[in-house]
């Protein structure tokens, strides 16, 4: 149990449920709470400035294979664990910029241009399905029908994945990615996750002998000829682990961004209603969303010297809590932050991290999101929540499990 009061109210089930009003009251006391030497972390930080400076310091680092190895080399049993650490996410320096600039071509820009059609057609397409499923009109699950599928097909598509093989993933990609919430994990969801990472490393190994043996236009294809013509670029272990974290990093936030973003805009109906009225406004909403109410709340960063922030010390080898989802309600940087607001502007959140870290897939997602946000409220204009929205208890990848979802008024509904 954390020491500090509030550290401990915001990993509560309480906290977890609702972590603003534990946010407010760190903002009350200062854009860096340093915590007691019992804590895991010597710091949290909430302030939006204190918070981008930590994410771009190079002097502090995630909590990779090294920082691990100076507590058990031991974590290398465990397979969830050696793929996370062999990724992008979770690694430092030379070996992070060297990896990730051959998969950051695929998310760029241009590359995102180039997909807008694609992403289009795979929304049209599912929205489709939707529509077929709620032909009785019962309601319908807008995450499982919708929300998760969607952006999984457009990763999928992207990197390779056949069609076929994406929907059994998904449950495997869930149990893997439990682990990267905040606090202590059992002993079975850890034996969980390890089982699913074992299975995601096998499938990822098949699909990569495939595209070996018969290449495609893909970004799998394409990197395994780099792993293959350039093995210093590259290696097997490092390939394996990047195509199975950024494949389930390339769904589950989007599909989060889709799911919280889609119970504001139903809470808020004049922000609906502007929207459907005006689809350029999309771009600005769907920013909008993202610092509201995030898909990923925070970052844990290792200070690699003595240091400190906004005139918190923090000693070498020292943990911080890096609360990107407070940040994101910073009051000294935001007006009126608690408010939900698509005409905000200079709207320059912290939901996608900033610095080396910066989310790969930012300009993807966005795409995703600005694309097909018009696209559904234009299909179903009288789409409403069947519910009140269910509980979320997680502060990394913040989602809903299931979100009900009536996409027409029954005859004769409210007469």
Same mark, same amino acid.
């Given at each position: ?52 400076? +930590? ?24 397979? +969830? ?23 950051? @071509? ?54 390779? +994945? ?12 869930? +149990? ?8 202590? @994990? ?81 809470? @808020? ?62 009051? $000294? ?10 005409? $905000? ?71």
């Amino acid at each position: 149990m954390p020491a500090d009061p509030l550290l401990a109210e915001l990993l509560s089930e309480d906290g977890r449920r609702d972590p603003y009003p534990c946010y407010a009251r760190l903002h009350e006391r200062g854009p860096v709470v340093a915590l007691g030497s019992t804590d895991r972390f010597a710091a949290l930080v909430c302030g939006y400035e204190a918070a981008g400076a +930590v994410l771009r310091d190079p002097d502090f680092g995630v909590l990779d294979a090294g920082y691990l190895d100076r507590g058990s080399p031991r974590w290398r049993e465990h397979p +969830v664990m050696r793929i996370l650490q062999a990724s992008v996410f979770n690694t430092s320096g030379e070996d992070h910029a060297r990896v990730r600039r051959l998969f950051s @071509h695929a998310m760029s820009a241009a590359q995102v241009a180039e997909l807008e059609p694609m992403i289009g057609r795979l929304t049209d397409q599912r929205l489709d399905r939707l529509a077929a499923a709620a032909r009785g009109g019962e309601p319908v699950d807008f995450m499982a029908g919708f929300a998760v599928p969607l952006p999984s097909d457009v990763i999928g598509e992207l990197l390779g +994945v056949p069609a076929a093989d994406r929907a059994g993933l998904l449950p495997l990609v869930r +149990v893997f990615d439990a682990v990267l919430e905040l606090g202590q @994990h059992s002993f079975a969801r850890i034996r969980a996750a390890n089982a699913a990472g074992l299975q995601l490393e096998e499938y990822f190994t098949a699909l990569l002998a495939a595209r070996r043996r018969q290449p495609r236009d893909d970004l799998i294809s394409a990197l395994a000829r780099v792993r293959d013509e350039k093995p210093d670029e590259l290696s097997e272990a490092e390939l394996l682990a990047n195509l199975i974290v950024v494949f389930n990093a390339g769904f589950r936030t989007t599909a989060n961004l889709f799911g919280n973003g889609l119970a504001l805009l139903a809470g @808020h109906p004049d922000a609906l209603a502007a929207l459907r009225a005006d689809e350029s406004l999309a771009p600005a909403c769907v920013e909008e969303m993202l610092r509201y109410d995030p898909p990923v709340h925070f970052s844990v960063r290792c200070a690699a010297a003595d240091t400190e922030i906004a005139g918190v010390p923090v000693g070498q080898g020292q943990l911080v809590l890096v609360l990107t989802g407070a940040a994101n309600r910073d009051p $000294r940087r935001f007006a009126d932050p608690d408010t939900f607001d698509p005409a $905000r502007e200079d709207n320059h959140h912290l939901a996608f991290s900033i610095g080396p870290h910066y989310c790969l897939g930012a300009i993807l997602g966005r795409a995703e999101a600005r694309i097909a946000f018009p696209r559904l409220i234009e299909r179903f204009p009288e789409l409403a929540l069947a519910s009140r929205p269910p509980e979320r208890r997680a502060l990394m990848l913040r989602g809903y499990d299931r979100l009900p979802v009536r996409l027409m008024q029954l005859v004769g509904a409210g007469r």
